[in-house]
């Protein structure tokens, strides 16, 4: 697939590239995506949630009434879980929710999401993306000049721009990221991606 190369004024330049097929022309695998997904969003738990056992909790350790001849069941002490107040059966303990998963099926769900947005021709090249100082209005305005400023966007580069992640920050609909650093969630979670002519060449040469 061959697609235009546009400058931040939102024009067509002369160049044009090519999408790799091997990245962005597979045949997709759902359930690849799936797992990487569902990783990425168990990793962005925290698993700090904790509650008192009856071992736990203050209380008195003292029998609550004699063993026999009440005529009701027996109680141990007031911490017991049947009693208000009483410490939490089987509650949640600290966690982590991370589990792994391959790097080739990681990469392969990577290439399925590019190639779902390629098939739907979702994905814009932009010969380069600098600002020398950080400016929400400039980054709004290359939104507007590629009439992507209504979508919700993924801008890929190709290394770290501190200006431009500071630019793009207050944008609601807007995300940043590297190729190095970009993930199967970013891609599907993004209607748009805007991907820097030096950025497609990382991304080619880290999936394929």
């Not at 950080?134 to 721009?161: A, E, M, Q």
């Amino acid at each position: 697939m061959e697609l235009a190369v546009y400058n931040t004024s939102g024009k067509e330049t002369s160049k044009k590239v090519s999408l790799d097929a091997e990245v962005f022309g597979i045949e997709p695998n759902d359930h690849a995506i799936y797992l990487d997904v569902k990783q990425y969003l168990a990793a962005q738990r925290q698993g700090t949630h904790k509650s008192k056992e009856r071992g736990e909790i203050t209380g008195s350790t003292k029998k609550v009434k004699k063993q026999k001849g009440t005529g009701t069941a027996r109680f141990g002490n007031i911490k017991n879980p049947l009693f208000k107040g009483g410490g939490r059966v089987f509650g949640p303990k600290p966690r982590d929710y991370g589990f792994k998963l391959n790097k080739k099926v990681k990469r392969l769900a990577r290439k399925s999401a590019l190639t779902y947005k390629a098939q739907e021709s979702n994905i814009t090249i932009l010969d380069g993306l600098k600002f020398d100082t950080p400016k929400t209005k400039d980054f709004i305005s290359v939104l507007n000049n590629l009439k992507i400023n209504n979508d919700k966007t993924l801008v890929v580069l190709g290394n770290h721009d501190n200006n431009v992640y500071l630019s793009s920050r207050n944008v609601a609909k807007s995300t940043v990221t590297t190729a190095a650093e970009l993930n199967t969630y970013d891609i599907l979670n993004a209607k748009k991606i805007v991907i820097a002519e030096d950025a497609l060449e990382v991304i080619n040469n880290t999936l394929k």
